[in-house]
């Protein structure tokens, strides 16, 4: 019976996560069009967006691979298991032990790599601009990231995402100098991962300046609409990362009822809904950096963890 | 009888090194060459006294040979050769004569040092024997060092001979020895004369090793 | 038993080295010398699982053959098992691989003598009892391996890269010479039971443990000792990199683990920093070099660097547990390093097998002249992109779990009670996060470069698929690694042995658990599953595509590529390999390379092309190598002098050494 | 003299220079030359059975019967290699065929004094016999009477000439030191009574000796400073007496060392004589694997090879202790067998090429397969790499130093690294890389040479257990 409840809710959770994500983005543009007084797109029209593409034919370049083909369904997937093992409204799910947050950054990697490939994939120079920028900033995003999983590691005992996120809402965790500074590192390299403003702009294609939406120039069609989907999953993820581990109030627990899901969704909602707020207002109020700026932001957020990892490893209070 | 046995053995062994110092001092070759046939005199009565004393009558032998074959027929030889040559007015030396007989000064000292520190169970004769010995050496390899010319540098090595002769010729009742090294030394001196100056002359028209040096196989 | 078919195996390998020799010139000789080892390494192999998998106790020999007085000793373990299973699956591999690639080499009479010497000499080193069997097996691995990377030597570098070689590899020999000099004392008890037996004093351990370090380190290609590998490795014919690459820097971390884990008894506090900082070094700058390269072969050798460094991390935290009590942690620490050996050892071993069939198919080794050999090699394309998922450590393959496993080790260095370590582990965790996600970059960049995108030259546009052989062993190393990666647990219980036998723990039995996930310490603290994450990623791709094509569309048209509205003309406007390293280039590489870019541009109205230049420095080569090798050059020089002075100044140098001597004679007391 | 084994050693090459300064005619006295090593050969082995008692001049024990069955094993390969080179020399018209009698009757006599040399129970007996194999080297170095030669060989002649002199003065020291105890006459020069009671010597007298001993004869083993004439001589005259030079010549005046080594470590008050023997060995080893890297010259390089090898040597023997005796034993031999070897192929090498000048050789082991990789196994060999010998005898000396004295065997290792990096370039160019130089085949017989490397690589695995008692009883007496 038990076992049949788990299956529901993880189910439940990979498809509220696949339904959310479009919402999330579609949420944040329309944010950001509103901070600047325009009218912006509706909030359902990432949806319309994907459906519209998926109907597409794909038009694919003459010199492209099999790799390029594959790389979509590749890259969905694997953000999207990654994002169905990050708790949302309730820890410990049924398969959160088959990879802990070690493990879901390197899914992301994973994604990342495929992506990166199929960009250099049709032997074009704006691909080969796109993968190769998308390295670098990974290149400093994802040890930043893990040096965060480290200190927060250490601070729970654990690289569970479910034991990390109960450790951080029970009475143990007061305010502490290494979680500030991870926290900020934290959204550092979210933004970066995420390509966002300052990082890369997600709504350009301004030649010199793109790196993400270069590298998937040659998509078209369903493939092109599996990698937006995947982008937002990506939002997602890091929205609920954040969340989780930094406001995981009102999220259900194992033994908890219906009711407490319940409030676990809506609180889970909320916490979107702020993320969204505070994402799109961050990004209105800043200006995209030089690429070769790049490196300096996230060898900060890179210091900051290490700090932060560091003050754990020296002392326990910290 | 025994302090003037000592003393005799003393002052011809003295003497050779004083022999030696001369011909540190020699800057011409036809006076090394003489300074180097009184050498062998000294040489040979040294050893005629030694033979007198252990009463060993072989030592006369070497006497002899020392005699007649280093302090004359070397000499004559080498002589000729170096006027044929024409280098008999011509010395140099590396380094001055006066710090060459400073040097040697130093060898002595050192060459006492050396030997005196023998335990003093030893005989004192062959003791003081030994020193002075050493001191013609290490004066004949220095000359060797510090002349530039393949004339004087033999007459280094053979003075260098004459100290291990004292040296043998010292050291009492030392079989067979004395015979075999003085007849080395003459082979020597000949198989240098007859052959390698011969051909050295042959070939390089000059005996100076300096020309010899000019052909040390391996270019830079 | 198993000691004596390992031995006869052996010596069957010399055997066919002999053979070699006599026919190397035939043409059926590398099929003969090919097979022969195969086989050869097939039993090898199967006896070391056999003993691995029994847990057997230790079984000795001793041959009269060697240092008269000793014998020489053979005995296998359960940890020489282990690497004897990873050695001669490498072999096995490879000479499946050779029996295919063997048949394109010009020079098969300077290949096929030294191939099984070069077998024989790995395998013995493993078995090695005592001192001196072991420094000779070393040594003689390396001599051959030498002989095969002189196998083209009408090729400058390839030459030079020998020499090179030959000079490190001598020198770690003689640095371990010195270590068992130690450790066997003024008598000469060379065998490794007389040197368990010994207690030597702190100090001298810890000139061993540096020692060890130094000489093991050299082979492993431990940063700053690395030079010889990019070198020689690439020098070799293909396969041959491929076993010194993925096998016999194993063999090296053998040497280490051996001497520092077994032969030196307790480790004190310390030991763990020099290895922890020399392998975190390694492993950034292995994979930092791989990035600014451009050479197929020398991106996987200097990617090996970077391999053996994460080696060395997880060995030298193995060492500090095991010092401050935490055998625990120190049976993850060990478990996490000897797998990733293991694992090493296939996704190299299938790289520099791609990197063959590349080089066959088109004659070149530089990325920047290939590209699009997906489309003409797409067997070998899928079984490369293996390898490079499973080298850039990402899930589910072989290289994710073991570095995983590293840092859930790293995790649990808090715990260390010494404030050195406390700074350092951190910082080394930060390194090989660094490292890993470059690591990921640098294969993005040879994988994509080379394989993907369009041809940029003829040759690549020529390229053909390789034989079977060659594809068939680079399928089963791919395999290989996928089995690793989804059922990591069946390996590390396989290793339980080993660890028990150097740390005195183990890591929990992982078999029972459900699912068959693997967890270090306790589930609540973290595992990962392999299997369920491949079988989810697998799922909902299909899913995915399933649903897709079913509800939407499936329809596809071919077009000439967008490219943002440019017309494309010719390969040549492709991103290369340099330009694609170039801004980790700038991160990094002002820094690590004192790299400068310098870009000509024609006057405005010139049509003239503009250029740019990339200089990069060698910081290792210049800072420590270059020097090294003026000052002997230069003392050279100034000696060489004394072979061209004149009799006299010769006269003078004796008679200056009499006179010395006697001035000591008249100074002694 | 009764004749017995130890005589033959002596009366075969004596009679054969003999006969060969009368024939004429090269090839046979090339065939003589080869049966008369044979037969002292044989004579040599056959002392392992049956030893003559010592006599008052001659001796055979168990230190001196290795080098007697070394040098006459190398000198007979030697005249092997010799028959099919000199053939060429003429050939080749470097050599005429009166100086082809003279060579080969010099061969035999010297021969004879290195055996004289090695069986002398008398200091002054051994002195003389040094003193000829001098004097025959010299006269066989400069043979080919070009100027080089003549040059190498005066060069030889006046150092040698000084050595030998050091070393009678320190003989005559000796014998000085044994008057007191033994009284005048012959018993003060014989081994055999010497070592028996040499405790009792005026010890600061042996100091002296020592010094002049170890000058004078180490001039003849090749330790630096005092090795000027060894690069030349061996560059300059034919092969196989380069091969002489450094297989057997050195390791007699070695073995002279030795002996009066023994005699002062039985002395308790005189100084040790290894902290001086291990000075000179690491400042030879140093600076030959310096002196390595800027050479040219083929047969010059490996000169310098063994006087690094002689360093070796000397140290391993200077340490001292049942182990680094036994190794110093064992590189001898191997050095005597590897370096012959080499200079075999060198030999081959420089007539197929018509030079000894390094950069004019390349890619050997391409144009002549059999020759190219016999020089690369000599010199894998030499390097101290196994599976050949010399890396158990350099495994031995170092790992029994190291533990006594660290830094003696850094320094050490330091000149061997030095000297492999040094010859592996040099290899490098000769036997590797594009094809240079004439790329005529050599009919020349390789039996020689790889009878040598045969047993250089056996004795690196396996050693037969008589062979090492026999080595492990020399060791101990060498104290």
């Given at each position: 019976?038990?076992?049949?409840?788990?299956?529901?809710?993880?189910?439940?959770?990979?498809?509220?996560?696949?339904?959310?994500?479009?919402?999330?983005?579609?949420?944040?543009?329309?944010?950001?069009?509103?901070?600047?007084?325009?009218?912006?797109?509706?909030?359902?029209?990432?949806?319309?967006?994907?459906?519209?593409?998926?109907?597409?034919?794909?038009?694919?370049?003459?010199?492209?691979?099999?790799?390029?083909?594959?790389?979509?369904?590749?890259?969905?997937?694997?953000?999207?298991?990654?994002?169905?093992?990050?708790?949302?409204?309730?820890?410990?799910?049924?398969?959160?032990?088959?990879?802990?947050?070690?493990?879901?950054?390197?899914?992301?990697?994973?994604?990342?790599?495929?992506?990166?490939?199929?960009?250099?994939?049709?032997?074009?120079?704006?691909?080969?601009?796109?993968?190769?920028?998308?390295?670098?900033?990974?290149?400093?995003?994802?040890?930043?990231?893990?040096?965060?999983?480290?200190?927060?590691?250490?601070?729970?005992?654990?690289?569970?995402?479910?034991?990390?996120?109960?450790?951080?809402?029970?009475?143990?965790?007061?305010?502490?100098?290494?979680?500030?500074?991870?926290?900020?590192?934290?959204?550092?390299?979210?933004?970066?991962?995420?390509?966002?403003?300052?990082?890369?702009?997600?709504?350009?294609?301004?030649?010199?300046?793109?790196?993400?939406?270069?590298?998937?120039?040659?998509?078209?069609?369903?493939?092109?609409?599996?990698?937006?989907?995947?982008?937002?999953?990506?939002?997602?993820?890091?929205?609920?990362?954040?969340?989780?581990?930094?406001?995981?109030?009102?999220?259900?627990?194992?033994?908890?009822?219906?009711?407490?899901?319940?409030?676990?969704?809506?609180?889970?909602?909320?916490?979107?809904?702020?993320?969204?707020?505070?994402?799109?207002?961050?990004?209105?109020?800043?200006?995209?950096?030089?690429?070769?700026?790049?490196?300096?932001?996230?060898?900060?957020?890179?210091?900051?963890?290490?700090?932060?990892?560091?003050?754990?490893?020296?002392?326990?209070?910290? | 009888?025994?302090?003037?046995?000592?003393?005799?053995?003393?002052?011809?062994?003295?003497?050779?090194?004083?022999?030696?110092?001369?011909?540190?001092?020699?800057?011409?070759?036809?006076?090394?060459?003489?300074?180097?046939?009184?050498?062998?005199?000294?040489?040979?009565?040294?050893?005629?006294?030694?033979?007198?004393?252990?009463?060993?009558?072989?030592?006369?032998?070497?006497?002899?040979?020392?005699?007649?074959?280093?302090?004359?027929?070397?000499?004559?030889?080498?002589?000729?050769?170096?006027?044929?040559?024409?280098?008999?007015?011509?010395?140099?030396?590396?380094?001055?004569?006066?710090?060459?007989?400073?040097?040697?000064?130093?060898?002595?000292?050192?060459?006492?040092?050396?030997?005196?520190?023998?335990?003093?169970?030893?005989?004192?004769?062959?003791?003081?024997?030994?020193?002075?010995?050493?001191?013609?050496?290490?004066?004949?390899?220095?000359?060797?060092?510090?002349?530039?010319?393949?004339?004087?540098?033999?007459?280094?090595?053979?003075?260098?001979?004459?100290?291990?002769?004292?040296?043998?010729?010292?050291?009492?009742?030392?079989?067979?020895?004395?015979?075999?090294?003085?007849?080395?030394?003459?082979?020597?001196?000949?198989?240098?004369?007859?052959?390698?100056?011969?051909?050295?002359?042959?070939?390089?028209?000059?005996?100076?090793?300096?020309?010899?040096?000019?052909?040390?196989?391996?270019?830079? | 038993?198993?000691?004596?078919?390992?031995?006869?195996?052996?010596?069957?390998?010399?055997?066919?080295?002999?053979?070699?020799?006599?026919?190397?010139?035939?043409?059926?000789?590398?099929?003969?010398?090919?097979?022969?080892?195969?086989?050869?390494?097939?039993?090898?192999?199967?006896?070391?699982?056999?003993?691995?998998?029994?847990?057997?106790?230790?079984?000795?020999?001793?041959?009269?053959?060697?240092?008269?007085?000793?014998?020489?000793?053979?005995?296998?373990?359960?940890?020489?098992?282990?690497?004897?299973?990873?050695?001669?699956?490498?072999?096995?591999?490879?000479?499946?691989?050779?029996?295919?690639?063997?048949?394109?080499?010009?020079?098969?009479?300077?290949?096929?003598?030294?191939?099984?010497?070069?077998?024989?000499?790995?395998?013995?080193?493993?078995?090695?009892?005592?001192?001196?069997?072991?420094?000779?097996?070393?040594?003689?691995?390396?001599?051959?391996?030498?002989?095969?990377?002189?196998?083209?030597?009408?090729?400058?570098?390839?030459?030079?890269?020998?020499?090179?070689?030959?000079?490190?590899?001598?020198?770690?020999?003689?640095?371990?010479?010195?270590?068992?000099?130690?450790?066997?004392?003024?008598?000469?008890?060379?065998?490794?039971?007389?040197?368990?037996?010994?207690?030597?004093?702190?100090?001298?351990?810890?000139?061993?443990?540096?020692?060890?370090?130094?000489?093991?380190?050299?082979?492993?290609?431990?940063?700053?000792?690395?030079?010889?590998?990019?070198?020689?490795?690439?020098?070799?014919?293909?396969?041959?990199?491929?076993?010194?690459?993925?096998?016999?820097?194993?063999?090296?971390?053998?040497?280490?683990?051996?001497?520092?884990?077994?032969?030196?008894?307790?480790?004190?506090?310390?030991?763990?920093?020099?290895?922890?900082?020399?392998?975190?070094?390694?492993?950034?700058?292995?994979?930092?070099?791989?990035?600014?390269?451009?050479?197929?072969?020398?991106?996987?050798?200097?990617?090996?660097?970077?391999?053996?460094?994460?080696?060395?991390?997880?060995?030298?935290?193995?060492?500090?547990?095991?010092?401050?009590?935490?055998?625990?942690?120190?049976?993850?620490?060990?478990?996490?390093?000897?797998?990733?050996?293991?694992?090493?050892?296939?996704?190299?071993?299938?790289?520099?097998?791609?990197?063959?069939?590349?080089?066959?198919?088109?004659?070149?080794?530089?990325?920047?002249?290939?590209?699009?050999?997906?489309?003409?090699?797409?067997?070998?394309?899928?079984?490369?992109?293996?390898?490079?998922?499973?080298?850039?450590?990402?899930?589910?393959?072989?290289?994710?779990?073991?570095?995983?496993?590293?840092?859930?080790?790293?995790?649990?260095?808090?715990?260390?009670?010494?404030?050195?370590?406390?700074?350092?582990?951190?910082?080394?965790?930060?390194?090989?996060?660094?490292?890993?996600?470059?690591?990921?970059?640098?294969?993005?960049?040879?994988?994509?470069?080379?394989?993907?995108?369009?041809?940029?030259?003829?040759?690549?546009?020529?390229?053909?698929?390789?034989?079977?052989?060659?594809?068939?062993?680079?399928?089963?190393?791919?395999?290989?690694?996928?089995?690793?990666?989804?059922?990591?647990?069946?390996?590390?219980?396989?290793?339980?042995?080993?660890?028990?036998?150097?740390?005195?723990?183990?890591?929990?039995?992982?078999?029972?658990?459900?699912?068959?996930?693997?967890?270090?310490?306790?589930?609540?603290?973290?595992?990962?599953?392999?299997?369920?994450?491949?079988?989810?990623?697998?799922?909902?791709?299909?899913?995915?595509?399933?649903?897709?094509?079913?509800?939407?569309?499936?329809?596809?048209?071919?077009?000439?590529?967008?490219?943002?509205?440019?017309?494309?003309?010719?390969?040549?406007?492709?991103?290369?390999?340099?330009?694609?390293?170039?801004?980790?280039?700038?991160?990094?590489?002002?820094?690590?390379?004192?790299?400068?870019?310098?870009?000509?541009?024609?006057?405005?109205?010139?049509?003239?092309?503009?250029?740019?230049?990339?200089?990069?420095?060698?910081?290792?080569?210049?800072?420590?190598?270059?020097?090294?090798?003026?000052?002997?050059?230069?003392?050279?020089?100034?000696?060489?002098?004394?072979?061209?002075?004149?009799?006299?100044?010769?006269?003078?140098?004796?008679?200056?050494?009499?006179?010395?001597?006697?001035?000591?004679?008249?100074?002694?007391? | 003299?009764?004749?017995?084994?130890v005589t033959a050693v002596l009366i075969i090459p004596i009679t054969a220079a003999a006969l060969l300064a009368?024939?004429?005619?090269?090839?046979?006295?090339?065939?003589?030359n080869?049966?008369a090593t044979?037969l002292t050969?044989?004579a040599a082995?056959?002392?392992?059975?049956?030893?003559?008692?010592?006599?008052?001049?001659l001796?055979?024990?168990?230190?001196?019967?290795?080098?007697i069955?070394?040098t006459t094993?190398?000198g007979?390969?030697?005249s092997?290699?010799?028959?099919?080179?000199?053939?060429?020399?003429?050939?080749?018209?470097?050599?005429?065929?009166?100086?082809?009698?003279?060579?080969h009757a010099m061969y035999q006599v010297l021969m004879f004094a290195m055996n004289l040399a090695l069986v002398a129970?008398?200091?002054?007996v051994?002195?003389v016999a040094i003193e000829i194999a001098t004097l025959t080297t010299?006269?066989?170095?400069?043979?080919?009477?070009?100027?080089?030669?003549?040059?190498?060989?005066?060069?030889?002649?006046?150092?040698?000439?000084?050595?030998?002199?050091?070393?009678?003065?320190?003989?005559?020291?000796?014998?000085?030191?044994?008057?007191?105890?033994?009284?005048?006459?012959?018993?003060?020069?014989?081994?055999?009574?010497?070592?028996?009671?040499?405790?009792?010597?005026?010890?600061?007298?042996?100091?002296?000796?020592?010094?002049?001993?170890?000058?004078?004869?180490?001039?003849?083993?090749?330790?630096?400073?005092?090795?000027?004439?060894?690069?030349?001589?061996?560059?300059?005259?034919?092969?196989?007496?380069?091969?002489v030079?450094?297989?057997l010549l050195?390791?007699v005046?070695?073995?002279?060392?030795?002996?009066?080594?023994?005699?002062?470590?039985?002395?308790?008050?005189?100084?040790?004589?290894?902290?001086?023997?291990?000075?000179?060995?690491?400042?030879?080893?140093?600076?030959?694997?310096?002196?390595?890297?800027?050479?040219?010259?083929?047969?010059?390089?490996?000169?310098?090879?063994?006087?690094?090898?002689?360093?070796?040597?000397?140290?391993?023997?200077?340490?001292?202790?049942?182990?680094?005796?036994?190794?110093?034993?064992?590189?001898?031999?191997?050095?005597?067998?590897?370096?012959?070897?080499?200079?075999?192929?060198?030999?081959?090498?420089?007539?197929?090429?018509?030079?000894?000048?390094?950069?004019?050789?390349?890619?050997?082991?391409?144009?002549?397969?059999?020759?190219?990789?016999?020089?690369?196994?000599?010199?894998?060999?030499?390097?101290?790499?196994?599976?050949?010998?010399?890396?158990?005898?350099?495994?031995?000396?170092?790992?029994?130093?190291?533990?006594?004295?660290?830094?003696?065997?850094?320094?050490?290792?330091?000149?061997?690294?030095?000297?492999?990096?040094?010859?592996?370039?040099?290899?490098?160019?000769?036997?590797?890389?594009?094809?240079?130089?004439?790329?005529?085949?050599?009919?020349?017989?390789?039996?020689?040479?790889?009878?040598?490397?045969?047993?250089?690589?056996?004795?690196?695995?396996?050693?037969?257990?008589?062979?090492?008692?026999?080595?492990?009883?020399?060791?101990?007496?060498?104290?």
């Open positions: 019976m038990a076992v049949i409840v788990d299956v529901a809710i993880q189910g439940a959770q990979m498809l509220l996560v696949l339904l959310l994500s479009p919402l999330l983005t579609g949420f944040v543009r329309k944010i950001k069009a509103r901070l600047v007084r325009r009218q912006g797109p509706p909030l359902l029209q990432p949806y319309r967006d994907l459906i519209r593409l998926m109907r597409k034919d794909v038009v694919l370049a003459q010199s492209a691979s099999w790799l390029f083909r594959v790389v979509p369904y590749l890259v969905f997937a694997t953000t999207w298991v990654a994002l169905s093992l990050v708790p949302t409204f309730r820890t410990g799910l049924l398969f959160s032990w088959s990879a802990d947050l070690i493990a879901i950054i390197a899914l992301l990697g994973s994604a990342r790599f495929f992506l990166a490939l199929a960009g250099l994939d049709v032997g074009t120079s704006f691909g080969g601009i796109g993968s190769s920028r998308e390295v670098m900033i990974a290149s400093l995003a994802e040890p930043a990231m893990l040096m965060i999983v480290f200190m927060l590691a250490l601070i729970a005992g654990s690289t569970q995402l479910s034991t990390m996120s109960a450790f951080m809402n029970s009475s143990e965790v007061g305010l502490r100098v290494s979680l500030g500074l991870g926290l900020i590192a934290l959204i550092m390299v979210a933004i970066a991962e995420n390509a966002r403003i300052p990082v890369d702009n997600p709504a350009t294609h301004l030649e010199l300046t793109m790196v993400h939406e270069a590298m998937i120039l040659e998509y078209s069609g369903r493939h092109l609409a599996l990698i937006e989907l995947s982008a937002s999953l990506k939002l997602l993820l890091y929205v609920s990362l954040i969340a989780c581990l930094f406001a995981p109030w009102g999220m259900g627990t194992t033994e908890a009822g219906p009711q407490a899901l319940a409030i676990g969704a809506l609180t889970y909602i909320g916490k979107l809904a702020v993320g969204g707020f505070l994402l799109a207002m961050f990004e209105t109020a800043i200006a995209k950096m030089r690429v070769f700026r790049v490196p300096e932001f996230l060898g900060a957020a890179l210091m900051l963890a290490l700090l932060a990892t560091l003050l754990r490893f020296v002392s326990r209070s910290f | 009888m025994q302090g003037l046995v000592f003393d005799i053995a003393h002052m011809l062994a003295g003497s050779l090194v004083l022999v030696s110092f001369m011909q540190l001092y020699q800057d011409r070759l036809s006076a090394l060459l003489n300074m180097f046939a009184l050498h062998a005199l000294v040489l040979a009565l040294s050893v005629a006294w030694q033979a007198y004393v252990q009463a060993a009558p072989h030592l006369y032998i070497t006497a002899l040979i020392a005699l007649v074959f280093k302090a004359i027929v070397i000499p004559v030889v080498l002589h000729r050769i170096i006027v044929r040559l024409g280098i008999h007015r011509e010395i140099e030396n590396v380094v001055g004569v006066g710090l060459t007989m400073l040097a040697g000064i130093g060898l002595v000292a050192l060459a006492m040092v050396v030997m005196l520190r023998v335990t003093p169970g030893a005989d004192p004769l062959a003791r003081e024997d030994l020193a002075f010995a050493l001191s013609v050496v290490l004066i004949g390899l220095l000359m060797m060092v510090t002349r530039r010319n393949a004339v004087s540098q033999v007459i280094g090595f053979m003075s260098l001979e004459n100290g291990l002769v004292l040296a043998a010729t010292g050291a009492k009742g030392m079989p067979l020895v004395v015979e075999i090294s003085v007849a080395f030394s003459i082979l020597i001196a000949f198989i240098v004369i007859g052959i390698f100056l011969f051909r050295i002359r042959e070939r390089f028209d000059t005996v100076d090793i300096s020309a010899l040096d000019r052909f040390r196989g391996e270019r830079r | 038993m198993t000691l004596i078919i390992a031995l006869n195996c052996i010596a069957g390998l010399l055997a066919v080295t002999v053979l070699a020799v006599v026919i190397g010139r035939a043409s059926v000789a590398a099929q003969i010398v090919y097979g022969a080892s195969l086989i050869g390494s097939l039993i090898l192999l199967f006896a070391a699982i056999g003993h691995l998998l029994g847990a057997a106790d230790p079984v000795s020999m001793t041959l009269p053959l060697g240092l008269p007085w000793l014998g020489t000793h053979f005995r296998i373990d359960t940890l020489s098992s282990f690497f004897l299973a990873v050695v001669d699956l490498g072999i096995a591999a490879a000479s499946l691989y050779a029996l295919g690639y063997g048949r394109h080499e010009q020079a098969p009479q300077r290949v096929l003598p030294f191939y099984p010497a070069f077998l024989a000499g790995m395998n013995l080193v493993v078995l090695a009892d005592d001192a001196f069997t072991f420094l000779i097996s070393w040594e003689f691995m390396s001599l051959s391996s030498w002989a095969l990377v002189m196998a083209h030597h009408r090729v400058r570098e390839n030459v030079h890269a020998g020499y090179v070689y030959l000079i490190m590899a001598s020198f770690g020999t003689l640095t371990l010479l010195l270590a068992f000099g130690l450790l066997a004392g003024p008598d000469g008890d060379y065998t490794f039971a007389a040197i368990r037996a010994a207690h030597p004093s702190a100090g001298l351990v810890a000139l061993v443990l540096i020692l060890a370090l130094i000489g093991a380190g050299s082979k492993a290609g431990l940063v700053p000792l690395h030079i010889w590998l990019p070198l020689a490795h690439p020098a070799a014919p293909s396969h041959v990199s491929a076993l010194m690459s993925g096998v016999m820097t194993k063999v090296a971390v053998y040497g280490f683990v051996r001497i520092v884990f077994d032969l030196l008894g307790e480790p004190a506090w310390w030991w763990g920093i020099p290895v922890l900082t020399i392998g975190a070094a390694s492993a950034v700058m292995g994979v930092l070099y791989a990035l600014m390269e451009r050479d197929l072969k020398r991106i996987f050798a200097y990617s090996t660097i970077e391999n053996v460094g994460l080696i060395f991390v997880a060995l030298g935290l193995a060492l500090s547990f095991k010092a401050h009590g935490m055998p625990l942690a120190a049976a993850l620490a060990l478990t996490a390093g000897l797998l990733h050996v293991f694992n090493h050892s296939l996704f190299k071993s299938l790289l520099f097998f791609g990197a063959g069939a590349v080089l066959t198919a088109t004659g070149e080794r530089n990325i920047e002249r290939l590209g699009g050999l997906i489309h003409r090699m797409p067997q070998t394309a899928f079984v490369m992109l293996i390898g490079c998922i499973a080298v850039s450590a990402l899930p589910p393959f072989n290289g994710f779990v073991s570095e995983w496993l590293i840092f859930q080790a790293i995790l649990l260095s808090p715990q260390l009670p010494s404030w050195g370590l406390k700074f350092l582990v951190p910082a080394v965790g930060a390194l090989l996060a660094l490292s890993a996600a470059l690591a990921a970059a640098c294969f993005v960049r040879a994988f994509g470069i080379a394989f993907l995108g369009r041809p940029r030259t003829p040759a690549a546009e020529q390229a053909r698929e390789v034989d079977r052989f060659s594809l068939a062993a680079m399928f089963a190393c791919a395999a290989f690694c996928l089995i690793v990666g989804v059922l990591p647990g069946l390996f590390i219980d396989t290793l339980a042995p080993v660890v028990r036998s150097l740390v005195g723990a183990r890591m929990p039995v992982q078999i029972g658990v459900e699912w068959l996930s693997i967890v270090p310490v306790a589930e609540s603290r973290s595992s990962y599953n392999g299997l369920l994450v491949f079988f989810f990623i697998f799922m909902s791709g299909s899913l995915a595509a399933f649903a897709i094509h079913r509800l939407a569309s499936d329809k596809l048209r071919r077009a000439p590529a967008w490219d943002c509205g440019y017309p494309d003309a010719s390969p040549a406007t492709q991103y290369t390999a340099s330009s694609f390293a170039q801004p980790i280039r700038r991160v990094f590489g002002t820094l690590v390379f004192r790299a400068r870019e310098q870009v000509v541009m024609p006057k405005p109205g010139d049509p003239g092309p503009a250029r740019m230049s990339v200089e990069l420095r060698d910081l290792i080569w210049d800072m420590l190598y270059t020097p090294i090798a003026g000052a002997v050059m230069l003392t050279a020089e100034r000696l060489n002098g004394l072979q061209f002075l004149s009799i006299r100044q010769y006269l003078s140098l004796v008679f200056a050494a009499l006179v010395i001597l006697l001035l000591v004679i008249a100074s002694w007391p | 003299m009764i004749f017995n084994a009368m024939l004429p005619g090269y090839r046979i006295g090339a065939r003589l080869v049966l044979l050969l044989l082995l056959s002392l392992f059975y049956d030893r003559p008692q010592p006599g008052p001049y001796l055979v024990d168990d230190l001196n019967v290795v080098f069955v070394l094993f190398v007979f390969t030697t092997v290699f010799s028959a099919s080179y000199i053939g060429h020399e003429l050939e080749s018209g470097r050599l005429k065929p009166s100086f082809l009698r003279f060579y129970n008398n200091i002054g051994m002195w010299v006269l066989m170095v400069g043979i080919y009477r070009t100027h080089e030669a003549l040059e190498a060989a005066w060069k030889y002649f006046i150092l040698g000439s000084v050595g030998i002199a050091l070393a009678l003065f320190g003989t005559i020291l000796v014998y000085m030191a044994a008057l007191p105890v033994f009284g005048e006459g012959l018993d003060a020069m014989v081994w055999t009574v010497l070592i028996t009671r040499a405790a009792a010597f005026d010890p600061a007298l042996l100091n002296v000796a020592f010094v002049f001993l170890l000058l004078g004869y180490g001039t003849k083993v090749g330790l630096a400073p005092l090795h000027a004439w060894l690069p030349d001589a061996h560059a300059e005259g034919p092969t196989p007496i380069s091969a030079l450094s297989g050195l390791n005046a070695l073995y002279a060392l030795l002996r009066f080594k023994m005699l002062l470590a039985v002395n308790p008050v005189a100084i040790a004589p290894g902290s001086l023997m291990v000075t000179m060995g690491l400042i030879s080893v140093v600076f030959a694997s310096f002196m390595l890297f800027r050479r040219r010259d083929i047969k010059r390089m490996f000169a310098y090879s063994s006087i690094e090898h002689m360093g070796i040597i000397v140290f391993a023997f200077g340490m001292g202790g049942p182990l680094a005796n036994f190794a110093g034993l064992l590189h001898m031999t191997m050095h005597s067998l590897t370096k012959s070897a080499i200079f075999f192929a060198v030999g081959h090498i420089a007539q197929v090429k018509g030079t000894q000048r390094i950069a004019d050789m390349g890619g050997l082991t391409e144009t002549n397969p059999v020759l190219g990789w016999g020089l690369v196994l000599g010199v894998v060999a030499i390097a101290g790499l196994p599976p050949l010998g010399i890396f158990m005898s350099e495994f031995l000396v170092v790992t029994s130093t190291f533990a006594r004295e660290p830094l003696l065997a850094i320094i050490l290792v330091f000149g061997i690294l030095l000297a492999l990096a040094a010859l592996f370039l040099r290899l490098n160019t000769i036997c590797f890389g594009e094809p240079r130089g004439p790329v005529a085949k050599s009919d020349a017989s390789y039996v020689p040479m790889f009878a040598h490397l045969a047993l250089v690589f056996m004795a690196g695995i396996y050693m037969p257990p008589a062979l090492v008692a026999w080595f492990q009883n020399v060791a101990k007496l060498l104290g």
